[in-house]
Each structure stands twice: as structure tokens, then as C-alpha cells.
């Protein structure tokens, strides 16, 4: 069964730094690119990252650039997102997402359950 | 970064109408479209991607269809369970984006 868990959000003041976690299993993980897809409260679904399944090629959405770091660690099955500086308005549920295949360019296909991020 | 624009942002309809919601992109995405479906507090779900293609396990009254700039999700014979909120998502270049979402109601 495949499963994405996502883990490390909660309530930081603006400025300060959180780093999210993404624990996968029953899957190939380090065969998938890797998506975080975040939503504001009564909101619709903001793209924030993807990386590749190497490691290589990681892309961020304009609004996060130069704050946020997506990493992984394909040892441990476990995808990262480093938020650093935070800002009110990245306030959201953060979902990891599994790319439908090694590239970036089909849907995603498996979602976790998402962290909940509040800065304030 | 290329903007997708979905219409309408909200319908009512009832339980067996086709329902047929539109998302527009930009600039060309040649047919790099997805459409997923998000219910009220749970993660999004895959419905169609690269434009026509259903995913496993969706059933087949959803379709889709489009190219360039212009896409369609099909809902044909709408179903108690398919109440809910659905966004098209360009994954031909990054940033990615997706859709503001439109809200299916039950009239």
C-alpha cells in the first residue's frame, strides 16, 4: 500500500524556519520526482516544488524562491522541505505528492494527508 | 509562469447531469493537463492526466479533452459522491500551476 506521511508542521512566528517531512513507503521511491503542493485555509491548491529522483533538478514556485529547500533522502525514503524565512502567508496545509513517474510532466499521483503550517 | 483559468468557479447540478467544466491555460501546455478532485478536508485525487487519460480506479463517466489552451473535464451522469471541488493543473513547464478550482454543488 502505498503511503505518503507528512510530519513537522505547527505554529512559528514570522522569520523563524521549519523543515517538513515526507516518510514514504510502498513504493519505489527514489524511481519518483516528488511534488509539495500547499493550500491556504478556504483556499484552492498552490504548486510549491518538485524535485527530481536523483536529486538534480529541483524547481520552485516564484513565491517560495530563495526561502524554501526541497531535498531528499532516497536512503530513507524521505522527502524534506525546509521553509526559511517563514512569512504569514505561507500559512497552509502542505501536501507531499508522488510524481506519476521519474519526470515532472504527468499528474501526481499519490497524496499524503498534509502538515499543517501557522505562522503567526 | 503560466496562469490556468477555470470556469465556471462554481455550478450546482443535479444527481445523473452531465456536467462539463472548462480550464483554460495562457499559453499553449501542448497536453500536459490534469484534473484532480478534492473533497472538504482530504488531500486532492488524481482523475485524468496528460488530457485524456484516467487514471486507475476512476471511473469512466469522468473524461477529458483538449489541446494548446483549451480543456474540458466531462462528468456524464453526475453521482452522489462527485460532489465536490476540482482543479485543472498544467505540468508542461515549471513553476507548475494550477487552476482556482471549481465548486460542483448539489442543486
Known amino acids: 500500500q502505498m503511503q505518503l506521511v507528512e510530519s513537522g508542521g505547527g505554529v512559528v512566528q514570522p522569520g523563524r524556519s521549519l523543515r517538513l517531512s515526507c516518510a514514504v513507503s510502498g513504493f519505489s521511491f527514489s524511481s519518483h520526482a516528488m511534488h509539495w503542493v500547499r493550500q491556504a485555509p478556504g483556499k484552492g491548491l498552490e504548486w510549491v516544488s518538485v524535485i527530481s529522483y536523483d536529486e538534480i533538478h529541483k524547481h520552485y514556485a516564484d513565491s517560495v524562491k530563495g526561502r524554501f529547500t526541497v531535498s531528499r533522502d532516497n536512503s530513507n525514503n524521505t522527502l524534506y522541505l525546509q521553509l526559511n524565512p517563514v512569512r504569514v502567508e505561507d500559512t497552509a496545509i502542505y501536501y507531499c505528492?508522488?510524481?506519476?513517474?521519474?519526470?515532472?510532466?504527468?499528474?501526481?499521483?499519490?497524496w499524503g494527508q498534509g502538515t499543517t503550517v501557522t505562522v503567526s | 509562469d503560466i496562469q490556468m483559468t477555470q470556469s465556471p468557479s462554481s455550478l450546482s447540478a443535479s444527481v445523473g447531469d452531465r456536467v462539463t467544466i472548462t480550464c483554460r491555460a495562457s499559453q499553449s501546455i501542448s497536453t500536459y493537463l490534469n484534473w484532480y478532485q478534492q473533497k472538504p478536508g482530504k488531500a486532492p485525487k488524481l482523475l485524468i492526466y496528460?488530457?485524456?487519460y484516467l487514471q486507475s480506479g476512476v471511473p469512466s463517466r469522468f473524461s477529458g479533452s483538449g489541446s494548446g489552451t483549451d480543456f474540458t473535464l466531462t462528468i456524464s451522469g453526475l453521482q452522489p459522491e462527485d460532489f465536490a471541488t476540482y482543479y485543472c493543473h498544467q505540468s508542461f513547464t515549471t513553476p507548475q500551476t494550477f487552476g482556482q478550482g471549481t465548486r460542483v454543488e448539489i442543486k
Open positions: 496528460v488530457t485524456s
Open positions: 505528492a508522488r510524481a506519476t513517474s521519474s519526470g515532472w510532466s504527468l499528474g501526481l499521483d499519490v
